[in-house]
């Protein structure tokens, strides 16, 4: 479940219809995340990354690689909002995680590659701005979309936006809500 998929230089050439060299000079110049292999130097890119990539420059993403960047990490410990929000973004089509703390959440992050991550802004235990400045400060999660779930008060929804939330739902979740702004942040 959690295999690692990579193109080859050819293979991400083929699907944005250039020549491969072009490939290798996006990743020279860092615009195209990817690994060098030993011995002979030839470069591996993530499928996460490629996504990203197609979607930062405005490319049409293939289908068959969509599927991959639809994984969801919801960072909780309450079951009504792990259960019910489980269950709708199943449904949308979603693979979801549940992370109940910080340090699950991070060894997740590191091993699933989501493609976006539900915080829970009612968490007392959590700080969700420091969780949204981690995220934001690291170049692996640069393209992993942020939603958080707002308390009742919507006192800091501004502030979530302004940290690095994508996008914000209020508490109780309207489950209806939820899933159309996971389909708008990840073009499903």
């Not at 929000?85 to 997740?108: H, K, M, N, P, Y």
């Not at 699933?112 to 999660?141: M, T």
């Not at 209020?170 to 159309?180: I, T």
Request: charged share 20%; hydrophobic share 45%; with cysteine.
């Amino acid at each position: 479940m959690n295999e690692l998929h990579v193109l080859t230089t050819g293979e991400a050439a083929r699907y944005c219809g250039v020549n491969f060299r072009t490939v290798i000079r996006w990743i020279e110049r860092g615009q195209l995340k990817a690994y060098k292999l030993p011995g002979r130097g030839d470069h591996r890119i993530c499928v996460e990354d490629f996504v990203g990539f197609l979607r930062d420059n405005a490319m049409p993403v293939p289908s068959e690689l969509a599927g991959a960047s639809r994984k969801v990490l919801l960072l909780t410990s309450d079951p009504a909002i792990a259960g019910a929000g489980r269950q709708a973004l199943q449904q949308a089509g979603c693979e979801v995680d549940i992370a109940g703390d910080s340090f699950i959440a991070g060894t997740q992050m590191a091993a699933c590659k989501p493609a976006l991550l539900l915080l829970d802004g009612n968490e007392s235990q959590l700080n969700v701005f420091q969780i949204l400045d981690h995220l934001r400060s690291r170049s692996e999660y640069a393209n992993v979309h942020a939603l958080v779930v707002a308390p009742s008060d919507g006192q800091d929804r501004q502030r979530w936006l302004e940290a690095g939330a994508d996008a914000v739902v209020a508490s109780p979740v309207d489950h209806n809500e939820l899933v159309a702004k996971v389909k708008l942040l990840l073009d499903i």
